[in-house]
């Protein structure tokens, strides 16, 4: 199941009612945690592959899953890692288009976001 939002972001009208907020917002909170890591994270990360706000979301995602590794089944925390992995080769090679001669995209960050501090936890992939 994926979320969709009633909205679409900042500054934008709300494309339905008050209802239509209100089912969203109780479909996201009986969604499994493991799902919102899924459908909601990943799938902005992979979205946005190639943009500044990419890199920002699957650094988020690291981090978020992390925190979480303890409270997931093995297998997820697997194909969680897995998923972090080829997002981060997809945005460098993404991000190796973009620098093609291409117009920033509307929306994106001004600068490229840093890593994570060095003391957060790292994914067993980074360890590498």
């Known amino acids: 199941m994926e979320a969709e939002g009633p909205g679409k972001g900042a500054g934008h009208e709300p494309a339905g009612s008050a209802e239509d907020a209100r ?30 706000d990419a890199r920002l979301l699957i650094d988020l995602s690291t981090v978020a899953h992390e ?3 303890p409270y997931l089944p093995g297998e997820l ?7 972090l992995g080829q997002l981060r080769l ?3 090679s993404a991000e190796g288009h973009a ?17 994570p501090p060095a003391g957060a936890p790292q994914s067993p992939a980074d360890h590498a």
Not at 77 to 83: G, H, L, N, V, Y
């Open 90 to 92: 997809g945005q460098v």
């Open 99 to 115: 620098n093609q001669g291409g117009e920033p995209e509307e929306n994106d960050l001004d600068r490229m976001p840093a890593p």
């Open 23 to 52: 089912k969203f917002m109780q479909q996201m909170r009986s969604l499994p945690v493991d799902q919102v890591i899924g459908d909601v994270m990943l799938s902005a990360a992979q979205v946005k592959l190639g943009r500044r």
């Open 67 to 69: 925190h979480a590794r």
């Open 77 to 83: 925390t697997r194909q969680i890692d897995e998923a």
